[in-house]
């Protein structure tokens, strides 16, 4: 079983940068993909990126691209979301969650999520 917990929010200014956490406190991610989404009030859920176990395939959502970097450290249980250039439409609380199966576009391929980080990105 997974269990993750996010961490790493926090308020910036447009254009600052932020780095999200995502530890599974309970091993490895079953050494599975992991992904990320965000929420922002009032809105559905988008998925934003996501990394295989080995870490040597990403997909972004065009939204992040050229922006955002998924990376992970599996000796740390550690997945990352480095957030540059931020922009106001930013603004959501981030999940991260761990790919059971399907499209991985699809948060419902995701079983286990975090309790999510607010990331807040003022003009």
């Known amino acids: 079983q997974v269990q993750l917990v996010e961490s790493g929010g926090g308020l910036v200014q447009a254009g600052g940068s932020l780095r999200l956490s995502c530890v599974d406190t309970r091993g490895t991610f079953n050494n599975d993909p992991i992904g990320w989404f965000r929420q922002a009030p009032g809105k559905e859920r988008q998925f934003v990126a996501v990394?295989?176990?080995?870490?040597?395939?990403?997909f972004y959502a065009d939204s992040v691209k050229g922006r955002f970097t998924i990376s992970r450290d599996n000796a740390k249980n550690t997945v990352y979301l480095q957030m540059n250039s931020l922009k106001p439409e930013d603004t959501a609380v981030y999940h991260c969650?761990?790919?059971?199966?399907?499209?991985?576009?699809?948060?419902?391929?995701?079983?286990?999520w975090g309790q999510g980080t607010q990331v807040t990105v003022s003009s």
């Open positions: 990394i295989s176990w080995t870490g040597s395939t990403t």
């Open positions: 969650a761990h790919l059971e199966g399907g499209s991985w576009k699809d948060s419902s391929a995701y079983d286990y």
